[in-house]
């Protein structure tokens, strides 16, 4: 195993380890996407035509994120790629673009004083290159790990490119951020569905690729996370449970019940409710939960922190348990 990448000073408080930023050259998104590119429309971005409620500067401009970040409360924000800039598609000059996002990303997390950290994108059509990528993330100190689509094609976590990439992940100590693609159905083509309805359910399949797909009894050592609170996916572990038990080709690839092993994945808080808060903590445990904003979305919180503190979440926890999936420290912060 490589060693591990240097761990650099962070300032204390509530780690948001879920908020993305993209710099404003890179709006044109990954050569191939099947996505129009991000555009500046009078101060407020759209994609193509539709606009998406947030102001340019407060996805593309550090200064405005960090001002965001004093306000929130936080001592440290994780910033990754909005899902419209993964690249999903295996075109020739992928790689040129995940190269400018992660420079750009390591130059801004390096300039931020300790208040942000860094999460790259990786080609996911190219496991070579997908290395190398990483390997050089690792070198950075100021970029933790990687964020990643849910799926890619017909594949998730336990088999193609996500799984080769997740395997080099935990190979060289890099965290893993899972983040939905909010794919476009037919039946969600209204009252944005797509989000409210396709991301859980996004999220939920690929908390079941690595559950029944036996890919923490590969890779134990694996740190990976699933946003928006897991999605749909604390509320299907009984019915995951029942099917492992009950027919051969369900269990077939995993020696562990998922109700077990879900304990071993990392999550944020984002539920938007405290019943669903309390279901991912009655399934999930608590040790492995995380803040999360979503910053700048919609569907996003401006203060994270307040929901978890809220049902009993102690900050002292929530900050320690950033700082293990970050591994910046394998206790977590050393300040009282």
């Known amino acids: 195993m490589s060693a591990a990448p240097q761990a650099p000073t962070v300032t204390p408080g509530l780690v948001d380890v879920h908020a993305h930023w993209l710099p404003e050259e890179l709006f044109g998104l990954p050569p191939g996407s099947p996505l129009p590119a991000m555009r500046d429309h009078e101060g407020e971005l759209h994609l193509g035509d539709l606009p998406l409620s947030i102001e340019v500067s407060a996805m593309s401009d550090p200064a405005r994120v960090l001002a965001d970040t004093e306000a929130a409360g936080l001592g440290c924000r994780v910033l990754s790629a909005p899902p419209f800039a993964f690249p999903v598609v295996g075109d020739p000059g992928v790689e040129k673009y995940v190269g400018r996002f992660n ?12 208040r942000l950290l860094g999460l790259g ?21 100021v970029v933790r790990g990687i964020a990643v689509p849910p799926l890619v094609g017909a594949t998730s976590f336990d088999d193609g490119p996500l799984l080769d990439v997740v395997r080099v992940a935990a190979e060289l100590d890099l965290a893993v951020l899972v983040h939905p693609m909010q794919l476009p159905r037919p039946e969600w083509g209204s009252h944005y569905l797509a989000n409210l309805v396709g991301n859980p359910v996004e999220t939920a399949t690929a908390v079941a690729s690595v559950l029944l797909g036996g890919v923490l009894e590969e890779l134990p050592g694996l740190r990976i996370c699933f946003v928006h ?14 099917g492992w038990q009950e ?23 984002l539920t938007h409710d405290p019943a669903a808060l309390r279901l991912l903590r009655d399934n999930a445990g608590d040790e492995r939960l995380m803040v999360g904003s979503d910053y700048p979305f919609d569907m996003g919180v401006p203060r994270p922190q307040d929901l978890p503190l809220a049902e009993g979440l102690a900050a002292v926890d929530l900050e320690r348990h950033a700082h293990r999936f970050l591994a910046l420290s394998p206790e977590g912060p050393d300040h009282d």
């Open 103 to 114: 420079e750009a990303l390591t130059r801004t997390c390096r300039d931020s004083g300790g």
């Open 121 to 141: 994108l990786v080609s996911l059509h190219d496991a070579d290159e997908a290395r190398t990528q990483m390997t050089d993330l690792a070198a950075s100190g």
């Open 229 to 242: 609170g897991g999605g749909c996916a604390p509320a299907l572990v009984g019915r995951w449970r029942h």
């Open 247 to 269: 027919r051969a080709d369900v269990r077939a690839a995993s020696t562990r019940p998922p109700h077990e092993t879900i304990r071993d994945l990392w999550f944020d808080t």
